[in-house]
């Protein structure tokens, strides 16, 4: 008999019959004689719906009263789950966050994990039943609901299935497993039988949407068994997410592209260069909790530098206005400006480690095609370029093709 968390997103949970399809999966692994937690989203585009009503009445919702809204899409979720497995013959029970309780941060939102007690979750699952629990929130020390920002129902199955010490944690979404890019964009891309933690945790980081990259670090940490799955097939085994690179890891050298269209450039032009300007510049950004992702700085012939980052396009104008209020005239810049047409575009793989040229092999490939960059940021085993984002989808593509992600291994 095995622990296992299954997690569904809003796909899989969409409507009444994908909720009963939901049900009669965790069915038969009870038949088998395990013991199951069941993660669920809110049904496909209830956040969106929520979120857009909170706009009609406040342009720039209050963050407090926003979770306190927008929470209540899962909490309908696992009512409706929870009463088809019952309808099933099964023992169900269903949890919002704060009754678990998953303990948070009071960064509204946004709020990270700090602590789950897992007593009732035990307590029930001894008592044979099936736990369904809401992802994608908690409660901060003051009882406040958060929430965990966009995809964070993945990270509540894995902070769970860590919690609980599951045998397995199982991503359902409504792709069979992770891909060397998205399918949409290259039809010959593959489904990969596994991958590395590094390797997931850069595809995430990098834009890759099949898991959210929270979940991913708590995997990794924790060491939890992760497996990403179709809720639309019986069978398949997925992809599963491993802790050691296999044998053969030397082929193939990249395991996948990775993009993001979410990303938004902002430079700041003319900054005196002295030693301390970036954290003048950043940390102000830094305590608005907004991520900056890739990050250049030039040094012109008089002593001044351009500062050019990214952060992602919803926080662009956030990001401008910290600027320009608490940052231009503190530091004598000559201009604050912002693009939101680019993206970015990235090459991953741990046979990175071992091999030369990937990175002259990625820039001659989409120079052959036109394609200028504009950014560049790595790491041990990522290449990430900010280029236009008219050529996100041929930039994939030929990337794809140039580093023979379409042949089987």
């Not at 019959?17 to 669920?40: K, S």
């Not at 929870?82 to 939102?109: C, E, F, N, R, W």
């Not at 997410?241 to 902002?266: H, L």
């Amino acid at each position: 008999m095995a622990l296992i968390v299954q997690k569904y997103g809003g796909t899989s949970v969409a409507n009444a019959d994908r909720i009963r399809n939901v049900a009669r999966r965790v069915a038969r692994y009870q038949a088998l004689g395990h013991q199951v937690v069941v993660v669920v989203s809110a049904m496909s585009g209830e956040t969106n719906r929520l979120l857009a009503l909170a706009q009609e009445i406040m342009p720039e919702p209050d963050p407090r009263e926003l979770d306190q809204m927008i929470s209540t899409g899962e909490q309908v979720t696992i009512a409706l789950t929870a009463m088809a497995l019952m309808d099933l013959g099964l023992k169900a029970k269903s949890y919002t966050g704060a009754q678990v309780s998953i303990t948070t941060d009071d960064a509204y939102t946004k709020a990270r994990i700090m602590n789950i007690d897992e007593a009732r979750i035990r307590a029930d699952l001894d008592a044979g039943y099936v736990v369904v629990v809401a992802g994608f929130q908690g409660v901060d020390p003051d009882g406040n609901i958060t929430t965990l920002g966009r995809g964070g129902s993945d990270t509540t199955g894995v902070a769970l299935a860590a919690a609980l010490k599951a045998d397995e944690c199982q991503i359902y979404t409504d792709v069979d497993g992770v891909y060397t890019t998205d399918p949409r964009i290259v039809p010959e891309a593959r489904r990969l039988k596994s991958i590395t933690f590094e390797e997931m945790l850069e595809m995430a980081s990098q834009g890759s949407k099949v898991l959210q990259i929270r979940s991913v670090e708590f995997a990794g940490k924790y060491k939890v068994k992760l497996r990403v799955l179709s809720s639309f097939e019986e069978e398949g085994d997925g992809t599963l997410i491993t802790f050691e690179e296999e044998d053969n890891m030397e082929q193939p050298i990249i395991s996948g592209i990775a993009f993001n269209r979410d990303e938004a450039k902002i430079t700041v032009l003319g900054v005196p260069d002295r030693p301390g300007i970036a954290y003048q510049i950043l940390g102000p950004v830094a305590d608005a909790n907004i991520d900056v992702d890739m990050i250049i700085q030039n040094v012109s012939a008089d002593g001044s530098t351009d500062f050019t980052f990214t952060v992602n396009k919803t926080e662009l104008s956030k990001t401008m206005a910290i600027l320009k209020d608490k940052v231009q005239k503190h530091i004598g810049a000559r201009e604050i400006t912002g693009d939101d047409k680019i993206a970015k575009v990235s090459v991953v793989g741990v046979g990175m480690r071992s091999h030369v040229g990937i990175a002259s092999q990625m820039f001659r490939v989409l120079a052959e095609e036109g394609i200028n960059i504009q950014m560049i940021s790595t790491s041990e085993i990522k290449i990430s370029v900010g280029i236009e984002e008219k050529y996100l989808e041929l930039a994939v593509r030929v990337l794809h093709k140039a580093f023979q992600l379409d042949q089987a291994n």
